[in-house]
Structures are given as structure tokens and as C-alpha cells.
């Protein structure tokens, strides 16, 4: 199972959150997830979104 | 039933997802530079694709052929969204997210984006489509922890 390229820190938010429907998430638990996914593409899409943005 | 839910990202879901893309803690990892040209225009574009797959033709679809849409019409949006091979990768990533999935490898989704955007026209679209439902349910994984 691929892993989110997460710190610790951030791990222990994320049973809860991911537990539940996005739809069922509060604002603030929404913006959380968004959060953490931003920061995991980031380091693992960032080459190649820069390659495509040359090509 | 709820662990059938397949939630579609809002516009305010957008918003906050390019906001943290684009956040001085993640500009270490070198993102920013190369999104493609956030503006009224590219909200607009994307949001009126999802507006297409919330309508009831759409209905019937699981996880990954939604995903599959959803990455094919905004990779082919050229009239509505620039940069559409790094929009539908942006989007698409956002869509499993949402769906506490996590879409990977990186290179794979590329080559995708790739092969779509150099297919002819919308020729195909369901069987482009298809493929790439495969594809998504073989390269998502739950997220847990």
C-alpha cells in the first residue's frame, strides 16, 4: 500500500480525518485534508509537472 | 450509502487545494513555478467538467472510470483550460484525494497525460476512458495513515 509522503506530525491527523466521508468533514478537517495531500503531491508530482511544463 | 459516496471537488475545494499547492511551506519542493496559469478562467474551466459529471448521465459511474472522466475531459478542455496535460493531473490527484485515494506513480500518470493529449481529437474517448478507469484502479491506493 503506497503511503503518504507525510512528517509525523501530520500522520496522526490523518486516521481521523480519512476515516470519514469528505462530504462529511467539518470546513477546518476539509482545508486539513486538502492540507496534507497538497504537501504529499508536491514532493512526489513536483519533476514531473516541471517536465511537463517544458515539453 | 456512504462508502459508495464518490464525492466531486467544489469550487472552494479548488480554491484551497491550489492555495496549499502554491504555499510557502511546500515552495521548497519547486511546484509553483511550474503550475500551469491559475486564473478566473482555469476555475471556471474545471469547475464546468465537473458541472458535466455531477449531471445523471454520469450516475452509474464507480470511482475510477469518474476519475478516468474526469482526467480525460480536462486533459481535452483546450477551449476552456490552458495547460491541460498538468491541469488534468492537478485535478485528477485532487479527485482521489477527496476520495481518500492516492494516486501514483507519478512518471505512469505523466505518460498518460501524454498519450491523451496526443490522441486525436476526442476519437475513442470511451475506449481512452476505459483504459484509464484500469489503469486508476490498479495505481490508487486507500488512504490510511
Known amino acids: 500500500m503506497k503511503?503518504?509522503?507525510?512528517?509525523?506530525?501530520?500522520?496522526?491527523?490523518?486516521?481521523i480525518i480519512f476515516s470519514k466521508p469528505f462530504n462529511k468533514l467539518n470546513k477546518e478537517e476539509k482545508k486539513e485534508v486538502l492540507k496534507i495531500g497538497a504537501k504529499d503531491f508536491s514532493k512526489r508530482f513536483a519533476n514531473v509537472?516541471?517536465?511537463?511544463?517544458?515539453t | 450509502m456512504e462508502d459508495t459516496q464518490i464525492d466531486l471537488p467544489t469550487e472552494s475545494d479548488l480554491h484551497w487545494w491550489i492555495k496549499y499547492l502554491t504555499s510557502t511551506e511546500n515552495s521548497i519542493f519547486g511546484l509553483s513555478d511550474y503550475l500551469p496559469a491559475i486564473s478566473d478562467d482555469w476555475?471556471?474551466?474545471?469547475?464546468n467538467v465537473v458541472g458535466v459529471?455531477?449531471?445523471?448521465?454520469?450516475?452509474?459511474?464507480?470511482?475510477?472510470?469518474?476519475?478516468?472522466?474526469?482526467?480525460?475531459?480536462?486533459n481535452k478542455a483546450h477551449n476552456q483550460i490552458d495547460s491541460n496535460k498538468r491541469s488534468s493531473i492537478i485535478v485528477t490527484f485532487l479527485f482521489f484525494l477527496i476520495n481518500s485515494r492516492l494516486l501514483y506513480p507519478p512518471?505512469?500518470?505523466?505518460?498518460?497525460?501524454?498519450?491523451?493529449?496526443?490522441?486525436?481529437?476526442?476519437a475513442r474517448e470511451d475506449w481512452w476512458e476505459?483504459?484509464?478507469?484500469?489503469?486508476?484502479?490498479?495505481?490508487?491506493?486507500t488512504i490510511k495513515d
Open chain 1, 3 to 15: 503511503k503518504l509522503n507525510i512528517d509525523k506530525q501530520e500522520k496522526s491527523k490523518v486516521s
Open chain 1, 49 to 54: 509537472i516541471r517536465e511537463l511544463a517544458k
Open chain 2, 43 to 47: 476555475y471556471q474551466g474545471v469547475m
Open chain 2, 53 to 74: 459529471l455531477n449531471l445523471p448521465h454520469y450516475n452509474k459511474l464507480n470511482l475510477y472510470e469518474m476519475g478516468a472522466c474526469l482526467f480525460y475531459k480536462v
Open chain 2, 107 to 122: 512518471k505512469k500518470v505523466k505518460d498518460w497525460a501524454k498519450m491523451i493529449a496526443r490522441s486525436k481529437g476526442r
Open chain 2, 130 to 141: 476505459s483504459r484509464l478507469a484500469e489503469f486508476f484502479k490498479q495505481n490508487t491506493s
